[in-house]
């Protein structure tokens, strides 16, 4: 997304997981990466890393001084890390929506959502419906890019 969105070449080097890349990052093996807060914010917090700009549209309660690609004059830009509980299709709906009562739950409680929040998440817990929409919007807009970008499954 951001090779598209400021028309830059950037060499990717795949890894197998974020630790090595992140052990990488710190160690100056390589110039930059995005990862999510979770991740990053302990270095970042540290000064073994300089955040430049975060993905989302709106500033991260973790990094209020951190501006986003938006701000810094990427338009269009959002991309954010995401985790959702799923269950399998024939998941009765009354196993549903009890699922949901207690995640839900479980973010309002105070320790929870502290903890998410100084992890640099932003707990949300909506309804099944809700994540459902959002979630296939995710899938159609990524869609798009991964075609503009030309990626093919090998």
Same mark, same amino acid.
């Given at each position: 997304?951001?090779? @598209? ?13 974020g ?22 914010l302990?270095h ?13 549209l709106?500033r ?5 001084? @951190?501006p ?6 990427l338009?269009d ?6 985790y ?5 299709d024939?998941?009765?709906?009354d ?8 995640? @839900? ?12 929040v100084?992890?640099g ?6 309804s099944?419906?809700?994540l459902?929409?959002?979630y ?18 090998e």
């Open positions: 997304m951001l090779e @598209v969105r400021a028309n830059v070449d950037i060499l990717t080097i795949p890894y197998k997981g630790a090595k890349a992140l052990s990488d990052l710190v160690a100056g093996q390589i110039d930059m990466s995005m990862g999510g807060p979770s991740a990053l302990g970042i917090q540290s000064g073994r890393l300089r955040a430049i700009a975060s993905t989302g709106k991260s309660p973790a990094m209020p001084n @951190v986003t690609f938006v701000e810094s004059g338009a830009f959002e991309f954010n890390e995401w959702a509980l799923f269950a399998p024939r998941t009765p709906p196993v549903i929506a009890r699922l949901n009562r207690e995640v @839900v739950k479980a973010l309002t409680e105070a320790e929870v959502r502290s903890t998410l100084a992890m998440a932003e707990p949300v817990g909506n099944p419906a809700e459902g929409a959002f296939l919007s995710e899938m159609d807009r990524l869609g798009k890019l991964v075609t503009a970008l030309g990626v093919k499954a």
